[in-house]
C-alpha cells in the first residue's frame, strides 16, 4: 500500500480500534462486580449461594467464548428475542470473564489469614463487615494481577466479536482485507494496533505483580 | 447452354453437399466432448496422474453447493457440475474431491492449489483476474435484494434508508458501500448469517448473489426479491494462474456442458422450473466490474 | 414454526452423526495442537533460558508477541501465510499450526516454570557429575518437570478446545461450523446452539476435573501460581 492509499485505511481501522477499546471497558466494568458478587458468594458459609456460584463459574468457564456470543446473536432470535450486536457482545463476554474473576477472587479471600477474620470478628464486626473492611481489600490487592491478566485476556476476547458483525478492530481488518487483497501490511497493522494496548497493560500487571510479591 | 446449366447445378448440389458435410462435421465437433489431452509436466498432466480432480465448493449455498447435514454428502447445480467435470477428465464422475471453501478462503485455497479449480459461486472481477484467472462464465447471477414481504422497500432506491446484511469477503459488500454509501451495512462471515439476521430484523434487507437467495428463500416464506438486480456477476470456475492448458480444457468442458444440454437438465434437478438458456462463455463488458 | 419441529433434527439419527463426525475434528485438531505446542513450547522455554543473549531475546519476543494477541489474529495469520508459502495443509493442517503458533508461546512459559520449578540442587548435582547441560535437562530435569506441567497442560488443552471453535471461521469442518449448518438449515439456532455449547461443556468441564485430580498435591501453591498467571 503506498503512503496515499494508507491513511484513508489507517482511520477506518482506528475507527475499529475505538470501539474494541469501548467494549474492552464495558465489560470489564461489568464483568468485575459481578465476579467479585459471585466470588464472594461461592465463600459464604451459606451453602445455596456457594451452590449457586460453584454453577455458574463451573458452566461459564467450560463454553467457548465464541459459543456464548452465538448464542446470543443467533440463538435468541430464534424465540423472538433480538439484541444487538455491540450489546450481545457485551452481555456475552462479561457472562464468560466474571466466571475467572470470581475464581480469583474467591481465591483471594481464601488466602487471607483466618486469623485475621477471627480478629475482626472478635473486635465486634459482622460477617459482612469483616468481609467489607478486613478480608475483601486483602484478597483484591493480593489478586490484582490476576485481575490485571483477565482483563488482557477481554482485549484478545473482543476480537470474536468481528463474527457477528461488531465493526471492532478484527472486524475492520477483514473488511479492509477482502477490498484491498493486501492481507500482511492489513493484519499486521492489525497486530500491531493490539500490541499497542496490550503490551501496556501487561508491563502494568506485570508490575502489580512485583510489588504483590514485595508486599507478601 | 443445357451444358452450362447442368454444371452449374451441379456445382450448386456439391457447394451444398460440401457445405453440408462441413457443418455437420463442425457440429460434431464441437459436440464432442473434450478430450483431456495435456503436454507432459503441465498442471493438468498432474491432475491426470493423480487419478482425481480436487473441486474447491460451497458446503452453504443451498441449491448450487451445500452440505446435507442428514447425510453428510455435499449436493447442487455447481457440485453437479463438477461430477461431470471429472467425467469429462476421468470417464468416471467419482473420480472427484469435494473440498469446503468459504467466501474468505476462495483464492488463496486456488493459489497455492490445495483444490485445482474453484466452483463456487465465484464472480469474476477485474480485481481478482489480477490474483488467478477464470474461465467461461457458466452462469450469470445477478446481485438482489430479499426483503419481509411487508417491507416498505419497495425498489432499489430505498435501500439507502436500510439495514443491508451482507457477506464479508464477497462482490456483494463492496458494491454496497459504493452504490449506497448512506445506508447502514451489517458485515458478517457468510450468506447464512447474513441472511439470519435478516430472520431475527436486525436488518431489514439481505443482499447476495440470486442463486443464493433462490435456495434461501424456498426454506422460509414470508420473504420477497426486489426484481431488479444490482448488478451482473458473471460465475465461472477459478483456476490458479500459469495453467493456460488447464484453463483450455475446462472452457471445452463448460462449452460442451452448456450445448449437450446438461446445463439445463442439472439445473432443471437442481434449482427447478423455469429453466433459463445457459448464458454465453464471454461476459459482457459492463458485467465485468 | 413449533417446538416439536424445531427440536426433531437434533433427535435425528443422521444428524447427530453429523455432528458428532464435527467433535471428532474438534478433538483432534485440538490434541494435534496441543502436542505440537508441546514441542513448539520446549523448544521455546530452552531458548528463553539460554544464556546465548539473542536466541533468549529472540524466544522471548516471541512468547510476548504471541500472548499479546487474540488467537483468532493469529489463526488468520498462519492461515493466509501457509497458503501465500504454498504449503499444501489443507484447512485441517492450517488450522492446526495457527493453533500451534498461538499456544506453543503459552505453552513455553508452563514448560519454563516446570523446568525452574525443580531444585536448583538437583541441578547442581549433576553438573559436578559431569553430565552436561543437554544431559542434565533431559534426563533429570525434564522428565520430573513434565509431571508437574501436567495440571496447567490439561487447562491448555482447554483453552486449546475453545480455540477450536474459531476454526470455524476459515471453513474447518467441526462441531460449531456443522451445529451452523444444521441451524441455518432448519432453523433451529437457539436449540442447536444450546446442544453444541453443552457438548464443549461436558469436555471442557470433565478436562477440568481431570486437571484437578492431577493437581492434588502441591494443591496451594499450584493455585497460586496458576492464578497469578491466569489467561482466559
Same mark, same amino acid.
Given at each position: 500500500?503506498?503512503?496515499?492509499?494508507?491513511?484513508?485505511?489507517?482511520?477506518?481501522?482506528?475507527?475499529?480500534?475505538?470501539?474494541?477499546?469501548?467494549?474492552?471497558?464495558?465489560?470489564?466494568?461489568?464483568?468485575?462486580?459481578?465476579?467479585?458478587?459471585?466470588?464472594?458468594?461461592?465463600?459464604?458459609? $451459606?451453602? *445455596?449461594? &456457594?451452590?449457586? %456460584?460453584?454453577? =455458574?463459574?463451573?458452566?461459564? /468457564?467450560? +463454553?467457548?467464548?465464541?459459543?456464548?456470543?452465538?448464542?446470543?446473536?443467533?440463538?435468541?432470535?430464534?424465540?423472538?428475542?433480538?439484541?444487538?450486536?455491540?450489546?450481545?457482545?457485551?452481555?456475552?463476554?462479561?457472562?464468560?470473564?466474571?466466571?475467572?474473576?470470581?475464581?480469583?477472587?474467591?481465591?483471594?479471600?481464601?488466602?487471607?489469614?483466618?486469623?485475621? $477474620?477471627? *480478629?475482626? &470478628?472478635?473486635? %465486634?464486626?459482622? =460477617?459482612?463487615?469483616?468481609? /467489607?473492611? +478486613?478480608?475483601?481489600?486483602?484478597?483484591?490487592?493480593?489478586?490484582?494481577?490476576?485481575?490485571?491478566?483477565?482483563?488482557?485476556?477481554?482485549?484478545?476476547?473482543?476480537?470474536?466479536?468481528?463474527?457477528?458483525?461488531?465493526?471492532?478492530?478484527?472486524?475492520?481488518?477483514?473488511?479492509?482485507?477482502?477490498?484491498?487483497?493486501?492481507?500482511?501490511?492489513?493484519?499486521?497493522?492489525?497486530?500491531?494496533?493490539?500490541?499497542?494496548?496490550?503490551?501496556?497493560?501487561?508491563?502494568? +500487571?506485570?508490575?502489580?505483580?512485583?510489588?504483590?510479591?514485595?508486599?507478601? | 447452354?443445357?451444358?452450362?446449366?447442368?454444371?452449374?447445378?451441379?456445382?450448386?448440389?456439391?457447394?451444398?453437399?460440401?457445405?453440408?458435410?462441413?457443418?455437420?462435421?463442425?457440429?460434431?465437433?464441437?459436440?464432442?466432448?473434450?478430450?483431456?489431452?495435456?503436454?507432459?509436466?503441465?498442471?493438468?498432466?498432474?491432475?491426470?496422474?493423480?487419478?482425481?480432480?480436487?473441486?474447491?465448493?460451497?458446503?452453504?449455498?443451498?441449491?448450487?453447493?451445500?452440505?446435507?447435514?442428514?447425510?453428510?454428502?455435499?449436493?447442487?447445480?455447481?457440485?453437479?457440475?463438477?461430477?461431470?467435470?471429472?467425467?469429462?477428465?476421468?470417464?468416471?464422475?467419482?473420480?472427484?474431491?469435494?473440498?469446503?471453501?468459504?467466501?474468505?478462503?476462495?483464492?488463496?485455497?486456488?493459489?497455492?492449489?490445495?483444490?485445482?479449480?474453484?466452483?463456487?459461486?465465484?464472480?469474476?472481477?477485474?480485481?481478482?483476474?489480477?490474483?488467478?484467472?477464470?474461465?467461461?462464465?457458466?452462469?450469470?447471477?445477478?446481485?438482489?435484494?430479499?426483503?419481509?414481504?411487508?417491507?416498505?422497500?419497495?425498489?432499489?432506491?430505498?435501500?439507502?434508508?436500510?439495514?443491508?446484511?451482507?457477506?464479508?469477503?464477497?462482490?456483494?459488500?463492496?458494491?454496497?458501500?459504493?452504490?449506497?454509501?448512506?445506508?447502514?451495512?451489517?458485515?458478517?462471515?457468510?450468506?447464512?448469517?447474513?441472511?439470519?439476521?435478516?430472520?431475527?430484523?436486525?436488518?431489514?434487507?439481505?443482499?447476495?448473489?440470486?442463486?443464493?437467495?433462490?435456495?434461501?428463500?424456498?426454506?422460509?416464506?414470508?420473504?420477497?426479491?426486489?426484481?431488479?438486480?444490482?448488478?451482473?456477476?458473471?460465475?465461472?470456475?477459478?483456476?490458479?494462474?500459469?495453467?493456460?492448458?488447464?484453463?483450455?480444457?475446462?472452457?471445452?468442458?463448460?462449452?460442451?456442458?452448456?450445448?449437450?444440454?446438461?446445463?439445463?437438465?442439472?439445473?432443471?434437478?437442481?434449482?427447478?422450473?423455469?429453466?433459463?438458456?445457459?448464458?454465453?462463455?464471454?461476459?459482457?463488458?459492463?458485467?465485468?466490474? | 414454526?413449533?417446538?416439536?419441529?424445531?427440536?426433531?433434527?437434533?433427535?435425528?439419527?443422521?444428524?447427530?452423526?453429523?455432528?458428532?463426525?464435527?467433535?471428532?475434528?474438534?478433538?483432534?485438531?485440538?490434541?494435534?495442537?496441543?502436542?505440537?505446542?508441546?514441542?513448539?513450547?520446549?523448544?521455546?522455554?530452552?531458548?528463553?533460558?539460554?544464556?546465548?543473549?539473542?536466541?533468549?531475546?529472540?524466544?522471548?519476543?516471541?512468547?510476548?508477541?504471541?500472548?499479546?494477541?487474540?488467537?483468532?489474529?493469529?489463526?488468520?495469520?498462519?492461515?493466509?501465510?501457509?497458503?501465500?508459502?504454498?504449503?499444501?495443509?489443507?484447512?485441517?493442517?492450517?488450522?492446526?499450526?495457527?493453533?500451534?503458533?498461538?499456544?506453543?508461546?503459552?505453552?513455553?512459559?508452563?514448560?519454563?516454570?516446570?523446568?525452574?520449578?525443580?531444585?536448583?540442587?538437583?541441578?547442581?548435582?549433576?553438573?559436578?557429575?559431569?553430565?552436561?547441560?543437554?544431559?542434565?535437562?533431559?534426563?533429570?530435569?525434564?522428565?520430573?518437570?513434565?509431571?508437574?506441567?501436567?495440571?496447567?497442560?490439561?487447562?491448555?488443552?482447554?483453552?486449546?478446545?475453545?480455540?477450536?471453535?474459531?476454526?470455524?471461521?476459515?471453513?474447518?469442518?467441526?462441531?460449531?461450523?456443522?451445529?451452523?449448518?444444521?441451524?441455518?438449515?432448519?432453523?433451529?439456532?437457539?436449540?442447536?446452539?444450546?446442544?453444541?455449547?453443552?457438548?464443549?461443556?461436558?469436555?471442557?468441564?470433565?478436562?477440568?476435573?481431570?486437571?484437578?485430580?492431577?493437581?492434588?498435591?502441591?494443591?496451594?501453591?499450584?493455585?497460586?501460581?496458576?492464578?497469578?498467571?491466569?489467561?482466559?
Amino acid at each position: 500500500m503506498t503512503g496515499a492509499q494508507a491513511w484513508p485505511s489507517l482511520s477506518f481501522l482506528l475507527e475499529g480500534f475505538r470501539l474494541t477499546i469501548w467494549l474492552t471497558f464495558l465489560c470489564a466494568a461489568c464483568s468485575l462486580p459481578l465476579g467479585a458478587v459471585v466470588g464472594i458468594a461461592r465463600s459464604t458459609p $451459606v451453602l *445455596a449461594l &456457594r451452590a449457586a %456460584g460453584t454453577a =455458574y463459574v463451573e458452566f461459564f /468457564r467450560n +463454553v467457548p467464548p465464541l459459543i456464548l456470543l452465538f448464542f446470543f446473536y443467533f440463538g435468541l432470535p430464534g424465540v423472538g428475542v433480538t439484541v444487538e450486536g455491540f450489546t450481545c457482545g457485551v452481555i456475552a463476554l462479561t457472562l464468560y470473564t466474571a466466571a475467572f474473576v470470581a475464581e480469583s477472587v474467591r481465591a483471594g479471600i481464601a488466602a487471607v489469614d483466618r486469623g485475621q $477474620v477471627e *480478629a475482626a &470478628r472478635s473486635l %465486634g464486626f459482622g =460477617y459482612l463487615g469483616a468481609l /467489607r473492611y +478486613v478480608v475483601f481489600p486483602q484478597a483484591v490487592a493480593m489478586v490484582l494481577p490476576a485481575l490485571g491478566n483477565i482483563t488482557i485476556g477481554i482485549v484478545k476476547n473482543t476480537a470474536l466479536v468481528a463474527t457477528i458483525g461488531v465493526a471492532d478492530l478484527m472486524h475492520q481488518g477483514e473488511v479492509l482485507e477482502s477490498r484491498t487483497f493486501a492481507t500482511f501490511s492489513t493484519f499486521t497493522t492489525v497486530a500491531l494496533f493490539y500490541l499497542a494496548l496490550i503490551i501496556p497493560m501487561s508491563l502494568g +500487571v506485570n508490575a502489580l505483580d512485583r510489588r504483590r510479591r514485595r508486599m507478601a | 447452354m443445357q451444358s452450362n446449366r447442368s454444371i452449374l447445378s451441379w456445382g450448386r448440389t456439391a457447394l451444398t453437399i460440401l457445405a453440408a458435410a462441413f457443418a455437420l462435421s463442425a457440429w460434431q465437433a464441437l459436440a464432442q466432448p473434450p478430450r483431456p489431452d495435456f503436454p507432459p509436466g503441465s498442471y493438468g498432466d498432474k491432475v491426470l496422474k493423480r487419478g482425481k480432480v480436487i473441486i474447491g465448493v460451497r458446503y452453504d449455498i443451498p441449491l448450487y453447493g451445500f452440505q446435507n447435514p442428514k447425510t453428510g454428502a455435499v449436493e447442487g447445480f455447481e457440485v453437479d457440475m463438477g461430477k461431470e467435470l471429472a467425467r469429462a477428465l476421468f470417464g468416471d464422475p467419482s473420480k472427484v474431491e469435494f473440498r469446503q471453501v468459504v467466501s474468505r478462503t476462495r483464492i488463496p485455497m486456488l493459489q497455492e492449489g490445495v483444490v485445482d479449480v474453484v466452483i463456487a459461486n465465484l464472480t469474476q472481477t477485474k480485481k481478482r483476474m489480477e490474483e488467478i484467472d477464470f474461465t467461461d462464465m457458466y452462469n450469470l447471477a445477478g446481485m438482489q435484494a430479499l426483503v419481509p414481504e411487508a417491507s416498505p422497500i419497495k425498489a432499489l432506491k430505498d435501500l439507502n434508508n436500510a439495514t443491508i446484511a451482507v457477506a464479508k469477503g464477497g462482490t456483494g459488500e463492496q458494491h454496497m458501500r459504493q452504490a449506497y454509501p448512506q445506508a447502514k451495512l451489517l458485515l458478517l462471515d457468510s450468506h447464512g448469517d447474513s441472511f439470519q439476521a435478516l430472520v431475527s430484523r436486525r436488518a431489514t434487507v439481505f443482499v447476495a448473489d440470486d442463486t443464493t437467495l433462490q435456495g434461501m428463500q424456498e426454506k422460509l416464506k414470508g420473504f420477497r426479491v426486489i426484481p431488479e438486480r444490482l448488478t451482473f456477476e458473471p460465475h465461472a470456475m477459478g483456476v490458479a494462474k500459469g495453467r493456460p492448458e488447464f484453463v483450455a480444457f475446462l472452457n471445452a468442458f463448460i462449452r460442451d456442458f452448456k450445448a449437450s444440454g446438461k446445463w439445463k437438465e442439472l439445473y432443471r434437478k437442481n434449482v427447478g422450473d423455469p429453466v433459463p438458456e445457459p448464458p454465453p462463455g464471454v461476459p459482457e463488458p459492463q458485467w465485468l466490474r | 414454526m413449533d417446538f416439536s419441529a424445531r427440536l426433531a433434527p437434533l433427535l435425528d439419527a443422521d444428524i447427530l452423526r453429523f455432528l458428532a463426525g464435527g467433535l471428532g475434528l474438534t478433538l483432534a485438531v485440538a490434541l494435534g495442537t496441543i502436542v505440537l505446542s508441546l514441542l513448539g513450547g520446549t523448544v521455546l522455554a530452552i531458548g528463553r533460558l539460554s544464556s546465548f543473549r539473542p536466541v533468549s531475546l529472540a524466544a522471548a519476543g516471541y512468547i510476548e508477541t504471541i500472548r499479546s494477541l487474540p488467537s483468532f489474529l493469529v489463526l488468520i495469520y498462519v492461515y493466509f501465510a501457509v497458503y501465500r508459502a504454498a504449503l499444501d495443509l489443507g484447512t485441517l493442517g492450517a488450522v492446526v499450526l495457527g493453533l500451534t503458533v498461538y499456544h506453543s508461546a503459552k505453552t513455553a512459559e508452563v514448560v519454563r516454570a516446570g523446568i525452574q520449578s525443580i531444585d536448583r540442587g538437583q541441578v547442581e548435582a549433576a553438573r559436578s557429575l559431569g553430565l552436561g547441560f543437554m544431559q542434565t535437562l533431559w534426563s533429570i530435569v525434564l522428565p520430573q518437570a513434565f509431571r508437574r506441567m501436567l495440571p496447567p497442560l490439561v487447562s491448555e488443552l482447554i483453552l486449546c478446545i475453545k480455540n477450536t471453535s474459531i476454526g470455524s471461521i476459515v471453513g474447518l469442518n467441526e462441531l460449531l461450523r456443522r451445529g451452523t449448518i444444521v441451524y441455518q438449515q432448519y432453523f433451529n439456532p437457539i436449540e442447536t446452539l444450546a446442544l453444541i455449547a453443552l457438548v464443549y461443556w461436558g469436555l471442557c468441564f470433565g478436562l477440568s476435573v481431570l486437571a484437578r485430580r492431577l493437581e492434588a498435591t502441591g494443591a496451594q501453591q499450584a493455585e497460586r501460581a496458576r492464578l497469578a498467571t491466569q489467561e482466559i
